[in-house]
């Protein structure tokens, strides 16, 4: 993984671009119509089956987001708007068009905010239990604070699919630090408004790209109400509910994702015919 590329022909797995002042750990996989996949809170490690479905039928580009996995974490960095401008710079910098934008939970959100910035080369977008939206009320909790559980309770409301017991002290070293820097970045971007920017609401008007909002039915961390709101603040969308399904879609139910995905994608192209 110590490689270098300069352009999107010359990349064929795992690398490290330099995107301005960021090493960005970056996969890419598959052939066809460019896919930007954002990872979640868990990292890009935990979407690789996601990644290799999806790779079946479009160039799938990866990324770690800065401050998780191995990408930098510029010092300027500290809101998930710093994200989003970036990878709207990625895009430029890898001169791609047409792009679908899949984003899930804390990547979902990344994909909402590039969405009400600029969508010239976005021309479709997926996301799937994004957060974005404000997260409480004054009296009532929208969205559960992954910060105040403990991990075995976060693990619990995250996936309907029974969650492995780690052994965090067997784990290799390299593979616990990516752990460590995946949670210590949520928790920068993600503290305080937890979760959310609470602007991005009144924002939402601006996407001018379809979008489909996937939801696990039993998602225990961002439940449906949250969800069919989120898709009601955005033009054109579509919402589409996964039964048996928590929050980490791309665990419970990676190949009903994919199949989703495709689906709309074909629509899209069909409907612009």
Not at 22 to 33: A, C, Y
Not at 45 to 68: I, N, Q, R
Not at 105 to 125: H, T
Not at 173 to 193: C, F, H, I, K
Request: net charge negative.
């Amino acid at each position: 993984m110590n490689s270098e590329a300069t352009n999107a022909d010359s990349l064929s797995g795992p690398h490290f671009l330099q995107v301005g002042d960021v090493r960005l750990e970056l996969l890419v996989k598959g052939e066809g119509r460019p896919l930007l996949l954002l990872h979640g809170m868990d990292g890009i490690e935990a979407m690789a089956p996601l990644v290799d479905l999806l790779a079946a039928t479009h160039k799938v580009y990866a990324p770690s987001h800065p401050g998780f996995g191995g990408s930098d974490l510029p010092r300027s960095f500290s809101t998930v708007d710093d994200i989003a401008y970036f990878y709207l710079d990625l895009l430029d910098q890898l001169d791609l068009r047409d792009v679908l934008v899949a984003g899930f939970s804390f990547g979902g959100w990344i994909a909402a905010e590039m969405l009400v910035k600029n969508s010239g080369r976005l021309a479709l977008a997926v996301l799937g239990a994004p957060f974005g939206i404000e997260t409480a009320h004054r009296k009532d909790r929208r969205v559960v604070d992954i910060f105040m559980c403990d991990g075995g309770t976060v693990e619990r409301k995250s996936q309907v699919t029974p969650a492995q017991k780690l052994d965090l002290a067997a784990l290799p070293e390299d593979v616990l630090e990516r752990r460590v820097r995946n949670a210590e970045a949520t928790m920068l971007y993600g503290w305080s408004p937890y979760m959310c920017n609470p602007k991005l609401r009144h924002r939402l008007h601006r996407v001018a790209t379809p979008t489909l909002l996937l939801w696990g039915e039993d998602d225990a961390i961002a439940p449906l109400d949250y969800g069919r709101d989120y898709a009601a603040l955005i033009p054109q969308a579509v919402f589409e509910a996964i039964p048996n399904c928590g929050h980490r879609i791309y665990v419970d139910s990676v190949e009903a994702a994919a199949r989703s995905i495709n689906t709309f994608a074909q629509r899209a192209v069909a409907a612009a015919a």
